[in-house]
């Protein structure tokens, strides 16, 4: 899990950075390692889809 931790980090990184479509790739990363140590309830989970979905956003790949 602290693997996650660095991971988000640099997801959160690239993303202030302007290059959303890599954030967009780790996050990805991140929320499969989160599903399966935590489930997809888990708080955790929830906080890396929230970072994905506006990862999503800022690349204009959201669908209502």
Do not use: C, M, P
């Not at 790739?25 to 708080?43: A, C, S, T, Y």
């Not at 929830?46 to 959201?62: A, K, P, V």
């Amino acid at each position: 899990i602290k693997t996650t931790k660095t991971l988000n980090n640099l997801a959160l990184l690239f993303k202030n950075l302007g290059d959303y479509k890599t954030s967009k790739e780790i996050f990805e990363k991140v929320l499969k390692i989160k599903e399966n140590h935590f489930g997809i309830d888990h708080i955790e989970t929830t906080i890396t889809l929230q970072n994905l979905g506006i990862n999503y956003f800022l690349l204009n790949e959201w669908r209502l």
